[in-house]
């Protein structure tokens, strides 16, 4: 008898982690250097975790040999609403937090908790395609509105009002947006909240970059601008904190809960049925949240990240055929290849082919639900040098590469 996936795996992918990576790991095994740009891991980089989250999980690993409660524990969770009252947010307790293995984890289990077969819910477009993927295998259909290149990649309000439907459960919001980069001002998230208002929709806020701003821009927290509308946000210490091992993140819901009690009843019985998160990376969130934000000095005007934003952005927009809108956010770069210089027809066969022979691994535009294999993300991680190195290689690269 031969063993097969299950059918609800159908139309489920996750590019960042696709098949390229068999031939990375296959290329690796044989002795070659592969740069590793396929996903926003900071560590192999050299960024480092800040010591007192380290020594605070260390400090309390005798703690941490039994179950927590099913939310996590409390000295974390109140560290959270604390970080939310700060910024905003009202009528949020510790019983509207749900800690994490890593937000990802949560992401799944706030869909499946909602999605019935069919239900729709709207997704960004380009996307993190993990949003997709659970929205798809929860037996809902992930409906893609557009993101605007033109309008520093800004979601198009029209576009979303005219794909909801009488089956919308939800909007999801990622900002600062990974893969583009953008961060949305202040006015577009009220226009946003303000769709989600006229229809009841329930609102999911992917804020995991929330920190990781360049250029002055303000980062304004959505659940912050409207206390009627249910929001779910998500965060955590992955990128900000650079510990994304740890797998170490948050949910927080605020809003009008009384409208959703039966959907929460129903988070808290997924929160249950993991039985708890991982009790020793729990530890890192007070220390993190409370501590000095050693983020704020990386995105500095003459901050590593910000200086490998600036080569990133300027070394992409040298090579003939590309073009990228500038990144204020995150640690990515969304570029474009011009269809008219660069006749890309597969871009999955594209980023193989690049690294088949430069060794470096990028992920394709489609890999993020974009509709045209014309785009590609580059993540800003390495050194200033290595990021030009690198992307003089894909110029070359480009200069010769044919479909």
Known sequence: MEFRQSSKLKDVCYEIRGPVVDTANALEEAGHSVLRLNTGNPAPFGFEAPEEIVQDIVRNLTNAHGYSDSRGILPARRAVVQYYQQRGVPNVGVDDVYLGNGVSELIQMSVQALVDDGDEVLV??????LWTAVVTFAGGKAVHYLCDEESDWFPDLDDIAAKITDRTKAIVVINPNNPTGAVYPKELLEGLLDLARRHDLLVFAD?????????????????ALADDVLTLTFNGLSKAYRVAGFR??????????QHAKD??????????MRLCPNVPAQYAVQAALGGRQSINDLVLPNGRLT???????RALNEIPGVSCVKPRGALYAFAKLDPAVHRIVDDERFVLDLLLREKIHIV????????RPDHFRFVTLPRADDLETAINRIGR????YRQ
């Open 364 to 371: 394709q535009g489609t890999g993020f639900n974009w509709p």
């Open 207 to 223: 804020e995991i970059y929330d920190k990781i701003l360049y250029d002055g821009v303000e980062h304004h927290c959505l659940a």
């Open 397 to 400: 690269f480009l200069a010769t």
């Open 124 to 129: 960004p477009m380009p996307d993190y395609p």
């Open 248 to 257: 170490s993140g948050w949910l927080v819901v605020s809003g009008p809960k």
């Open 263 to 272: 959907y929460l009843e129903g988070l808290t019985m997924l929160a249950g």
């Open 307 to 313: 200086e490998q934003r600036d080569v990133t952005w």
